[in-house]
């Protein structure tokens, strides 16, 4: 399969993910909880944030349900390990732990955003932006706090090296999280908020060569879920992350 080819594949697996009904296209609420129990209509029940877990006290004719077993009563769900699916109905409300901070968002499969959507704007594919880099490991990886697009809440994750590549004969960097095996960007831009979205974009490399030469293919940039939604806690990039280029490749601002 060719590179055009290979690149229409990965585009129609993300118009298949981000159009998902459990996408972030079917994101219609985030509320954050407080200590003590609280409604947020039309969800129902009553949540409260406890340590590390979300408390939701319900009856059993409200419809939520934890695995299949209805909530009649008060039901403790354990986020410090993960985000906890809660169904009502066809939707979904999720519990969820961000930077200690607990809160509950809606996944409707119903979403008009969802409804309405018919694929990704993109810049058509460009070989000039698959670029050969180099992947500079760390001595040792380092662990940093990485802002959100939510005030108040930020994210911890390790930085293992540094990706660097060349355009148009000038060198630029880009620190790296993951490892060797699949690095990860997260990276702005001269395009960002003009034809691309404004928080950020992300960039998932393949396994680095045991020479440290890595393929940055700018034209798989994508959006994160906060371009398509007000209810996602994205990661925004660190400072050293904020190319002075405009990228013109990848996923463009959604429609």
Not at 20 to 39: F, I, R
Not at 79 to 107: K, Y
């Amino acid at each position: 399969m060719d590179l055009i080819a290979q690149w229409r594949e990965w585009a129609a697996g993300r118009d298949a993910a981000i159009g998902a009904p459990d996408g972030p296209l079917s994101l219609t609420a985030l509320e954050w909880l407080a200590d003590e129990d609280t409604a947020h209509p039309p969800i129902p029940g009553r949540w409260r944030s406890d340590g590390g877990a979300v408390v939701v006290t319900a009856s059993g004719s409200e419809g939520l349900s934890v695995d299949g077993v209805p909530i009649d009563g008060t039901v403790r769900l354990d986020t410090a390990a993960g985000d906890v699916r809660v169904s009502w109905g066809p939707r979904v409300v999720e519990a969820i732990l961000r930077d200690g901070a607990a809160a509950i968002r809606v996944r409707d499969p119903e979403a008009p955003a969802r409804a309405a959507f018919r694929g990704l704007p993109r810049y058509g594919f460009d070989a000039a932006w698959r670029l050969t880099g180099r992947y500079v490991p760390f001595a040792e990886s380092r662990e940093v706090t990485v802002g959100s697009v939510v005030e108040g809440v930020s994210h911890r994750d390790v930085v293992s090296g540094e990706v660097r590549f060349d355009v148009s004969g000038r060198e630029h960097g880009l620190l790296a999280f993951g490892g060797p095996e699949r690095l990860w960007l997260l990276f702005r831009d001269g395009t960002s908020g003009v034809t691309t979205a404004a928080s950020a974009r992300s960039l998932v490399l393949p396994p680095v060569e045991g020479d440290g030469t890595v393929i940055v293919d700018f034209n798989r940039a994508a959006n994160l879920p906060c371009a398509f939604n007000d209810f996602s806690t994205c990661p925004v990039p660190l400072p050293e992350n904020r190319l002075s280029v405009l990228v013109e490749a990848g996923e463009r601002l959604p429609v």
